[in-house]
């Protein structure tokens, strides 16, 4: 419902109410579907370059060395920092459809020309534009799937999608096992071929994504309020002909002075001054989680291989167990966050995978766990982890005004992958060369801490956001009274 003289730069209007009182539809998992696939391909992208990691040093074109494939996944994750923010940035300005299409053309043609690099730069480049497009896929998708899922399913429906990385990571997995094995492709062809996978797989999302409309709430702060009439009636005219009855309950309406972007100074002010709190929330749950998950992932396949003589075209049976738990973490807990509620369980969550990798990270050291012992901790710690790290970008995208949510979540990417992600791998890496079980132990302490300190955090300082419409939880900059 538009207020007459909708035309001004005034606008009342009901939608936000209309979009959280919708009944789950089949509208609610497409959109699902199209946009959380960006997780897949995450969890894809990262799982091969950890397993073909023993290719890419057996390579008789590249001769990797474990600095370098430490040194490839910084690269990815540079990449994905300073593509989350420049992507994140126009999505704001854009719109969410219009990048959501760009961000995934970048990743489909880098990961695409990754299959062809010929030496360790090539490698590296290719490996920082794929991580770019991924970093803007963040921000594009996240701050559209929050606008369009009710309030009341947001938290377990935000963390099972996040989770969704690690279907990929099995995705990934099963690859490596068939295109590692040298009595099916030749290795150095195999690595390629794994590459490849990601390209076709980021085609076929492409034309997923065609029928998705632009956020209706994007576009009633940007002066299109009759376009975002349009989609939500549009919505809701699809879900009644699918069988669903909407409520016909008394609607809430905002009333908001449309603005065609936010100032930079602007989104400044409302991190730095107005949400300092959250802030620093959001940016100790986004650098502990991206320490704790990148540096540990990014060498798994490395420890094994070191440690424990793991042949490289085995490692993807490895990584399935420790990829299931990562999806049944969130999948299992996530309805958690929306009943117990945000602070408690964010907190939980992170308390008790900081304790785990310690006490995991201690028996590591003393040699008391074999091969088949460590991947089952793993895969009990990260069941736990799994649930924390999508929570932190579930709280990013949920505590933030309307007006600057993909640049906020951008930023908290960026910021806290640059601080714990980027280091991580490469610390990591230079740990397992070392050959000390010791050394390694080290590393798992420091990831162990930060999530503890992120955990006191969040229980301290945390946001109540659930089952509240996201205009309650953070009022957008362009509302008047």
């Known amino acids: 419902m538009l207020a007459p003289g909708a035309q001004s730069p005034i606008v009342e209007t009901d939608i936000p109410a209309r979009l959280d009182r919708l009944p789950w539809s089949r509208f609610h998992t497409l959109v699902v579907a199209a946009l959380g696939i960006t997780w897949i391909l995450d969890g894809l992208e990262v799982t091969l370059a950890g397993t073909v990691a023993g290719a890419l040093k057996a390579s008789p074109v590249l001769h990797f060395s474990n600095a370098d494939v430490g040194l490839a996944g910084s690269a990815y994750l540079a990449g994905a920092v300073l593509g989350a923010i420049f992507f994140g940035w126009l999505t704001d300005r854009l719109g969410r459809k219009t990048l959501f299409f760009i961000t995934l053309t970048v990743y489909l043609l880098a990961t695409a020309a990754t299959a062809f690099s010929w030496n360790l730069w090539s490698f590296l480049l290719f490996r920082f534009i794929t991580g770019a497009g991924i970093g803007g896929e963040y921000a594009a998708i996240n701050s559209t799937i929050q606008e369009l899922v009710p309030a009341r399913v947001r938290g377990w429906t935000d963390l099972v999608i996040n989770g969704s990385f690690w279907i990929g990571a099995a995705l990934g997995a099963l690859a490596a096992i068939v295109l590692l094995d040298p009595a099916v492709i030749d290795p150095e062809h195999g690595w390629r071929a794994a590459f490849l996978i990601g390209a076709l797989l980021a085609a076929i999302v492409f034309f997923m994504r065609l029928w998705l409309p632009e956020s209706p709430r994007w576009l009633m702060t940007h002066g299109r309020a009759r376009e975002a009439e349009a989609v939500v009636a549009g919505i809701e005219a699809r879900i009644r002909a699918d069988g669903h009855v909407i409520p016909d309950v008394p609607l809430a309406t905002v009333r908001l002075r449309s603005r065609s972007h936010t100032p930079l100074g602007d989104v400044a002010h409302t991190l730095i001054h107005v949400h300092r709190q959250r802030t620093l929330v959001a940016l100790a749950l986004m650098a502990a989680q991206a320490f704790f998950y990148n540096a540990i992932f990014f060498t798994y396949a490395l420890v094994l291989t070191t440690f424990y003589g793991i042949p490289s075209e085995h490692i993807g049976w490895y990584i399935l167990p420790f990829a299931a738990g990562n999806v049944l973490g969130p999948l299992l807990l996530g309805r958690l966050f929306d009943t117990i509620g945000r602070r408690p369980m964010i907190a939980f969550t992170y308390f008790i995978s900081g304790v785990l990798l310690a006490l995991t990270g201690w028996l590591f050291a003393q040699g008391s766990l074999s091969a088949r012992e460590q991947t089952f901790a793993w895969s009990v710690i990260f069941f736990f982890a799994s649930a924390a790290a999508s929570s932190a970008y579930l709280t990013v995208s949920e505590t933030f005004p309307l007006e600057i949510r993909a640049l906020a979540i951008a930023i908290f990417y960026a910021v806290g ?65």
Do not use: C, H, N
Not at 425 to 451: E, H, K, V
């Open 417 to 481: 992958t640059g601080i714990g992600g980027i280091v991580g791998p490469l610390l990591f890496g230079a740990l397992i060369d070392t050959g000390s079980r010791a050394s390694l132990f080290g590393g798992y302490l420091l990831g162990a801490a930060l999530m503890i300190v992120a955990a006191a955090v969040m229980w301290r300082w945390g946001v109540a956001a659930e089952r509240k419409p996201l205009e309650q939880v953070a009022r957008p900059l362009a509302f008047t009274d």
